[in-house]
């Protein structure tokens, strides 16, 4: 399998601009995880779905943060406006249910910089 | 109360000798999961290991082991004969399986001395 897979690894952004960012988690996988992660604050997790379906967005920093997952090969989180305050590194992460271990696999991350 | 608690920012060890990395955890739920995930400098994140609170005996994967005393809500990890690529963050994290709640440490920084 190819693992979890993050669109764009990099992205540079002006404050106020749009971002968005891609996952595409392992097949068969049913759960999806978006974190951030940044020195201050470390690993936060911000929102996961459950086939397909929003479960726990309590994590969301605030309105200009939106996440969704049309299908479950595909999922998106996006940022508008964007600000300089949101540059960090951004994982997605996916698991098979959790009858098992449960272990989440993460994707490389992108690593978003808002100037 | 933090979920998950790491009190080692960073750590030293010599190279071939053992490691231990703390984590103490908090949770009312009598059914959970524990699990260890390593960040090298590239920035991926990596499963090392996993134990279940049901879990009678410690886990164990390669060099890696899990101290885990139910009591004392603590479940460290052992690295033994550390090597130089084993230089990481350190990541324990807890799932409670009640409430499918995820919660990670703030990490240690293990470098390893050769």
């Known amino acids: 399998d190819a693992g979890v897979i993050q669109s764009p690894r990099h992205e540079v952004t002006e404050m106020g601009q749009e971002v968005t960012l891609r996952c595409k988690p392992i097949?068969?996988?049913?759960?999806l995880f978006w974190y951030r992660q940044t020195m201050m604050r470390g690993l936060e997790l911000l929102i996961y779905?459950?086939?397909?379906?929003?479960?726990?967005d309590s994590g969301m920093p605030e309105d200009r943060f939106s996440a969704k997952m049309p299908n479950a090969s595909f999922s998106t989180l996006k940022i508008q406006p964007s600000e300089p305050r949101d540059s960090a590194v951004y994982f997605c992460?996916?698991?098979?249910?959790?009858?098992?271990?449960?272990?989440?696999?993460f994707g490389p991350g992108t690593r978003l910089t808002v100037t | 109360a933090q979920k998950i608690t790491q009190t080692q920012p960073g750590m030293f060890v010599q190279e071939k000798e053992a490691v231990t990395l703390d984590c103490t955890y908090d949770?009312?739920?009598?059914?959970?999961?524990l699990f260890w995930y390593k960040q090298p400098s590239s920035g991926e994140m990596i499963f090392l290991i996993y134990?279940?609170?049901?879990?009678?005996q410690n886990a164990t994967e390669g060099r890696y082991s899990l101290n885990f005393q139910k009591a004392r809500k603590s479940a460290n990890l052992v690295i033994s004969a550390s090597q130089l690529g084993d230089s990481a963050m350190y990541f324990c994290?807890?799932?409670?399986?009640?409430?499918?709640?995820?919660?990670f440490g703030t990490g240690t920084s293990l470098t390893v001395i050769p």
């Open positions: 992460a996916s698991t098979f249910s959790f009858v098992s271990k449960g272990e989440q696999y």
């Open positions: 097949s068969g996988h049913d759960y």
């Open positions: 779905f459950n086939n397909n379906v929003p479960i726990d």
């Open positions: 949770t009312s739920d009598p059914s959970y999961g």
């Open positions: 134990q279940g609170s049901y879990d009678q």
């Open positions: 994290a807890m799932r409670e399986n009640t409430g499918n709640q995820f919660y």
